[in-house]
């Protein structure tokens, strides 16, 4: 137990610098009195560490103190290739390979080629990569974005935001931020977030270790059950993970979708293939878009 802790406490003190005493204590769950015994068993072990009293003290290690590769097990090493694979193969992470040629080397391992990824849609995406290393620069050096922004309810609004997290979810890249026009912590779509500015403020908040518990601002679901044309069984195997079929081939499926202004566009993106069976409020709605769309043509 104590030779865990002690590998522990290293590894807190490389990350953030400086630490009280009491701090410690705290995190670990022991006494005052046996950090310092373990600061005595580490300084013993070689270890540059060093405890400072007053009220601007605590145990910090050598600044030039750095971690020998034999403290990682094999296991570790491989698990740290793997998940730089993984980052490698991600939209926006394309300087992991460098650095997986020169840990490969430090470790003596091979890298294990094990995962492909692309998140690319078969369009040019230099603006989309150029957005997305924009915000990881801003997250990285704390600098406050700027940025126009289209909301799912038709509106443009000018915020300003300082950048937590990108998150990737339900296939779409997002940025956590706080808002400091709503004053608070907000998602923004990176495909409607436009003419981003990195200015030059920036913020002392520490957000690494914040835990996103906020869940996508997302409007109520509805429960859609759907008839397909066989003609589109291709995309409908695609997009539904059970799917039924009748004696003439048609096919049925059902999900849960939130009932956003992007439903009614995704519905008609099946063309003349698709029917609304339930609920009736979508089928009626669907039915009054299609005669706005017959009268437009018309016209």
């Not at 015994?37 to 560490?49: C, E, Q």
Request: net charge positive; glycine share 4%.
């Amino acid at each position: 137990m104590q030779e865990s802790r002690l590998f522990r406490m290293i590894y807190q003190l490389l990350e953030k610098g400086k630490i009280r005493a009491g701090d410690l204590a705290q995190q670990f769950e022991v006494s005052v009195r046996t950090i310092y015994r373990d600061v005595d068993a580490l300084s013993a072990a070689g270890i540059p560490i060093y405890a400072s009293p007053g009220r601007n003290g605590g145990i910090e290690l050598d600044k030039n103190f750095i971690l020998s590769k034999s403290l990682l097990s094999q296991e570790e090493k491989q698990q740290i290739l793997q998940s730089l694979q993984g980052l490698a193969s991600v939209n926006g992470f394309h300087y992991t390979q460098q650095l997986m040629i020169k840990l490969s080397a430090l470790f003596q391992m091979r890298n294990p080629n094990w995962i492909e990824v692309d998140f690319n849609t078969w369009q040019s995406q230099n603006k989309e990569q150029e957005l997305f290393d924009s915000l990881k620069e801003a997250i990285c050096c704390k600098q406050v974005i700027s940025f126009c922004y289209f909301s799912s309810q038709e509106k443009m609004t000018q915020r300003k935001a300082k950048p937590v997290r990108l998150v990737f979810k339900g296939q779409n890249w997002y940025l956590y931020a706080y808002c400091l026009l709503r004053q608070d912590f907000r998602f923004f779509k990176l495909s409607r977030l436009k003419k981003l500015k990195l200015a030059e403020e920036t913020f002392e908040d520490d957000f690494s270790d914040l835990v996103i518990e906020k869940k996508l601002n997302l409007p109520p679901t509805v429960h859609l059950s759907l008839k397909f044309d066989r003609k589109l069984a291709f995309r409908v195997y695609d997009e539904f993970l059970e799917v039924k079929t009748d004696t003439e081939g048609d096919l049925y499926a059902e999900l849960d979708i939130p009932d956003s202004a992007l439903l009614d566009s995704y519905i008609l993106s099946f063309g003349d293939a698709v029917e609304v069976l339930e609920p009736a409020f979508i089928r009626q709605r669907i039915t009054e878009k299609l005669g706005k769309i017959l009268k437009r043509y018309k016209s």
